[in-house]
């Protein structure tokens, strides 16, 4: 059936009708009357019309029975009217009007004008027509003809009174076409919103009730039903009170404030919701929960930690993991965990082996960006040709061999989160002026695009080196220095806090003593050799000497132990490896070092530069320097 239908409560209506309707492509007309158009519009309902158009008593009839649908009533134009009023004028002046609301208003002010006496009655239905007449001839008023719709028609002809019928032109059906067309595309824009909320209502991961504001339930969606395990053939139209007892809809209701974050039991599941008043022109309406398994949220923050751990952009250590109890330790870690509080860029510096990457990883996790990434970044181990590619990304076919798909870098790998550049005193000069507009503006150009990518991250720089100095010397920009040094943070060498090494030292025998399934402990006078050496290594000496320890002894650490492994002219009162005499400068001293250590791993580089805590980039410069001077 077409869209609109047209009610025609009179064989002179429908005529009208059908000639206005020969216009339009999605109108229909049909001939009833009251109750029996009743029945004519629920079969037009189930054929999925959309709009009703009809007049008089019809129309208010199908307004009250099927409100489903919406009714345009045909209006009685004045043209309309004074027609029928001149008809009537022949059988007399007394004429009286019999209808509904919108054929009488005000219709008696024409009498006057007119010179005629006009009489009216605006009737609830037929029955109450019916009284009015029999009352009307019962008092002898003279009555010369009666006009109105069908109903006053069909009382007229019954009391043998001359009737004329209120006719309706063609332009008033016509307008009440196009007032429908109107209505029903507005209504087909609603039920699209409509459906496509519902849609979207239906296949979200979130629960979601809401309640009017006699407590009953408006909406409850499919996640809803399966977040809180409950079965139903339908909830709309209940009270909320008859699911479940616990949703707080009510009492934010009442109290018109929302409640957010709250950890609820629904049903039989343990939530996470948010409920909010629907408040409609200042008024409270009724209220709405939104809520998730908190079994599922858990669910997806681990399935999100382990894509994090994919790419290593998790931090694992916290302060609580930083072993140290002395005076200086205790200091760097109050200063850190105030750093933590506030966004700044933070510069720690220490020799290597301090554990200055522990520290950055402790301050993120301890940040409001902890459930961010953080990326951790050696300068001085990535070349400086790929160093620019590797932080900021790159285009598709930014240069050759680049990923056909280009690469996001580094830098918006860490957006939301704390990015670390561990050894950011070995980034190429040329370099810098880019890192400085990531600081100053907090925005990226991948390599080979226009694009501009602002990111939000922290940022954590870290340096063994003296970064004043590089500046002196050209080889480090100041502008970019003195935006890296914001808030400082110095980590102490092992030599400064040797009340810690005995803490230090039996913590890594345990992990170690486990790690190769041994049972290995440390003597008193081991201990006391360990304190009374000065660590150039600091903790990443100490670690991998500890090791060494473990695996060649099988019950107790001795003292003997310690000078056999580190040789007996490493270990020596003045509490250095090598003191060479005859060395001219510290520089030799460290070269003999370099090269000692070297020789102790067979040369190889990898674990020479572990033990010595530089990266092996750094070691191969080192020693590609010593070779050029011996020359």
């Known amino acids: 059936m077409k869209p609109i239908l047209i009610v025609a409560p009179h064989t002179k209506i429908e005529y009208t009708a059908r000639k206005a309707a020969d216009n339009y492509d999605d109108v229909t007309v049909k001939l009833a009357l009251l109750d029996s158009a009743i029945e004519v519009v629920k079969e037009a309902e189930k054929n999925e019309v959309e709009v009703i158009i009809s007049r008089g008593g019809t129309a208010n009839l199908i307004k009250k029975t099927v409100p489903s649908i919406p009714v345009i009533e045909i209006k009685v134009s004045p043209y309309d009217l004074l027609n029928a009023i001149n008809i009537a004028k022949k059988y007399g002046k007394n004429i009286y009007i019999i209808g509904f609301k919108n054929v009488i208003d005000h219709v008696q002010l024409l009498g006057p004008i007119l010179d005629i006496n006009i009489n009216t009655y605006q009737m609830e239905n037929e029955e109450d027509g019916k009284r009015y007449i029999r009352n009307l001839i019962n008092s002898g008023e003279k009555v010369d003809s009666i006009l109105g719709g069908t109903l006053a028609e069909n009382l007229a002809l019954e009391y043998n009174i001359p009737t004329v019928f209120l006719e309706t032109s063609t332009a008033a059906i016509d307008t009440s076409i196009k ?31 809401s309640i009017d504001s006699d407590g009953k339930i408006t909406t409850f969606n499919s996640a809803a039903r399966k977040i809180m395990n409950i079965s139903g053939k339908e909830f709309i139209g209940l009270t909320i009170n008859e699911i479940t007892s616990n949703t707080k809809l009510i009492e934010v209701m009442e109290e018109n404030k929302p409640i957010l974050g709250q950890i609820l039991i629904m049903g039989k599941a343990q939530v996470l ?10 008024k409270t309406v009724g209220a709405v929960a939104t809520f998730q398994d908190i079994s599922k949220i858990q669910e997806y923050e681990q ?33 850190a965990k105030k750093y933590a509080d506030n966004n700044g860029t933070i510069l720690i510096t220490g020799e290597s082996g301090t554990g200055k990457e522990m520290f950055a990883q402790s301050i993120h996790k301890e940040s409001p960006r902890k459930n961010g990434p953080f990326v951790a970044v050696n300068c001085a181990a990535i070349p400086k040709t790929l160093l620019e590619s590797e932080l900021f990304g790159y285009e598709e076919g930014a240069f ?35 890192l400085l507009r990531v600081l100053q503006e907090r925005e990226i150009r991948p390599v080979g695009s226009t694009k501009i990518i602002p990111i939000d991250i922290r940022i954590i720089a870290a340096t063994n080196k003296n970064l004043l100095e590089q500046v002196e010397q050209g080889a480090f920009r100041s502008d970019l220095y003195y935006r890296l040094n914001i808030l400082k943070l110095k980590i102490p060498a092992l030599r400064n806090r040797k009340d810690d090494i005995e803490l230090l030292s039996k913590y890594f025998v345990n992990k170690i003593s486990a790690k190769y399934n041994k049972d290995v402990k440390l003597s008193s006078k081991a201990i006391n050799k360990l304190k009374i050496y000065d660590w150039p290594g600091n903790i990443r000496e ?21 000078e056999e492994l580190m040789d007996h002219e490493q270990v020596n009162e003045q509490n250095n490896f090598f003191i060479d005499e005859n060395a001219e400068t510290l520089e030799d001293i460290k070269k003999k070092y370099i090269l000692k250590i070297l020789s102790q791993c067979d040369n190889n580089q990898t674990l020479a530069a572990e033990i010595l805590g530089i990266s092996r980039t750094h070691l191969w410069r080192l020693l590609n320097n010593y070779h ?3 020359n």
């Open 179 to 209: 007032e429908a067309k109107r209505i029903l595309k507005a209504t087909r824009n609603e039920k699209e919103k409509s459906e496509r909320f519902k849609s979207i209502l239906q296949y979200i991961n979130e629960g979601v009730i």
């Open 542 to 562: 100490l670690e991998n000497v500890i090791e060494s320890l473990v695996v060649l002894c099988d019950d107790i650490i001795t003292e003997d132990d310690f």
């Open 400 to 434: 050759t061999g680049a990923k056909r798909a280009g690469k996001s870098g580094l830098f918006a790998e860490a957006h939301g989160g704390t990015i670390f550049l561990d050894e950011i005193g070995e980034i190429d000069i040329e370099v810098q002026p880019r």
């Open 303 to 335: 399935r999100i930690r382990a894509k994090l751990l994919d790419k290593g952009h998790v931090a694992k250590y916290s302060f609580s993991d930083i072993i140290g109890n002395s005076e200086a330790m205790v200091k760097a870690i109050e200063k």
């Open 628 to 630: 050029d001077n011996s």
């Open 273 to 282: 919701a948010n409920i909010l008043p629907i408040v409609i022109k200042d």
